[in-house]
């Protein structure tokens, strides 16, 4: 369940709910919960979905007070309740059907095609201005490396596409799995915009790839531009010596937007 959607950690985050109840009540708690949330449409937006939650949760506590299962004075207590969101928590996830519909449906993402385009990469020719020389292609991916290592400040560069039957279906993907596409890097703090670059998200590494380049000595930074083109999902990966700046390295990201701009206008 580590992939559980910010919608339902959200259900269980707010402090409302008691653990000083019986199992009995536990279960009706969670019966309640489960109802209410099977007659949600899982393929709403998700801020929609966060709120239909919410109501499912504020209607089952509603009936757990009208009841008298529970009282206005125990839902104050922030441990109680913590405990019993733990066991509520527990039970939905193990016995609650509409509670693995969401959750499948929200890790889900859409497929991008087999094949790429070979012209919605950015020309080989270039990278040859920045003493970068082709390496491995593929169909996802052009690498380049430098023609001149330890001489030059762009030591490997990786040009990343996904294309996507819509706009829509990139943005989803490209939102799901910005982690993932980061490497866990953290984001750079300066505001970077380019034109074109749909929902540009820019990272330099993570710790644990900064701690991997100092265990091999490596004096390396790296960065990951991720943005969407209409239908189709972009990274590109530099990896540089240890002094050049992520804003110096805009104009790879914009030569990636300007090459699907004259295929795809």
């Known amino acids: 369940m580590k992939k559980i959607s910010f919608a339902l950690v959200c259900f269980f985050s707010s402090q409302y709910v008691n653990a000083q109840v019986s199992d009995s009540t536990v279960k009706i708690l969670v019966k309640d ?97 920045y003493g970068l020389k082709p390496g491995e292609v593929n169909n996802l991916l052009h690498v380049y490396n430098s023609e001149n290592i330890g001489e030059s400040k762009c030591q490997r560069l990786v040009d990343i596409r996904w294309t996507f039957e819509s706009e829509a279906d990139a943005l989803e993907w490209h939102r799901k799995k910005i982690r993932e596409n980061s490497e866990s890097g953290n984001p750079v ?60 390295l805009v104009v790879f990201a914009e030569a990636a937007v300007k090459q699907l701009k004259a295929v795809i206008p």
Not at 69 to 95: C, G, V, W
Not at 190 to 205: D, K, N, S
């Open 33 to 129: 919960i489960c109802n209410c949330i099977d007659t949600v449409d899982i393929n709403m937006p998700e801020t929609e979905l966060k709120k239909a939650i919410g109501l499912c949760k504020t209607i089952s506590l509603t009936n757990l007070l009208n009841r008298q299962l529970i009282t206005p004075e125990l839902l104050t207590d922030e441990k109680k309740s913590a405990y019993l969101e733990n066991r509520t928590f527990k039970q939905l996830a193990e016995s609650c059907e509409a509670i693995k519909r969401i959750v499948a449906s929200l890790n889900k993402v859409p497929s991008y095609r087999e094949k790429n385009a070979d012209n919605i990469f950015t020309p080989a020719v270039f990278f040859k201005t």
């Open 189 to 248: 703090k300066e505001r970077i915009e380019i034109e074109g670059a749909a929902a540009l998200q820019v990272f330099r590494e993570g710790s644990g790839a900064a701690k991997m380049l100092s265990d091999f000595g490596l004096k390396q930074r790296h960065h990951y531009f991720l943005f969407v083109y209409k239908n189709i999902a972009c990274k590109v990966f530099v990896a540089t010596d240890d002094k050049t700046d992520t804003r110096e």
